[in-house]
């Protein structure tokens, strides 16, 4: 098993900055992609951003120029700066990685979400 646990987020007005950080531990074998998704009530959960073992990002056209995702492999880290924040940035963002343990295939897991409330 994978077991992800988040940090960083809060409450902050718009306009502000938050970093918000994953750690990702157990018998993991590999890991490919991590990344932060995002859940606003009564929405679907979208991705936010990703990056690939070897450094490629994705991010959605509602954060591009905004907010920054890096990893660190050895430490089995992955962080999203988040600058320029806006009230529609509030929700609950989820940790995500895709993963390969000692005893299980490749796999999906998830962290237990961490609140982001931007104020107006």
């Known amino acids: 098993q994978v077991q992800l646990v988040e940090s960083g987020g809060g409450l902050v007005q718009a306009g502000g900055s938050l970093r918000l950080s994953c750690a990702a531990s157990?018998?993991?074998?590999?890991?490919?992609?991590m990344g932060w998704y995002r859940q606003a009530p009564g929405k679907q959960r979208e991705l936010v951003a990703a990056?690939?073992?070897?450094?490629?990002?994705n991010y959605a056209d509602s954060v591009k120029g905004r907010f920054t995702i890096s990893r660190d492999n050895a430490k089995n880290t992955v962080h999203l700066q988040m600058n320029s924040l806006k009230p529609e940035d509030t929700a609950v963002y989820y940790c995500?990685?895709?993963?390969?343990?000692?005893?299980?295939?490749?796999?999906?897991?998830w962290g237990q979400g961490t609140q982001v409330t931007v104020s107006s």
């Open positions: 995500n990685t895709f993963a390969r343990t000692v005893l299980r295939p490749w796999s999906d897991y």
């Open positions: 157990g018998s993991i074998f590999s890991i490919n992609t």
């Open positions: 990056i690939t073992s070897g450094g490629a990002t």
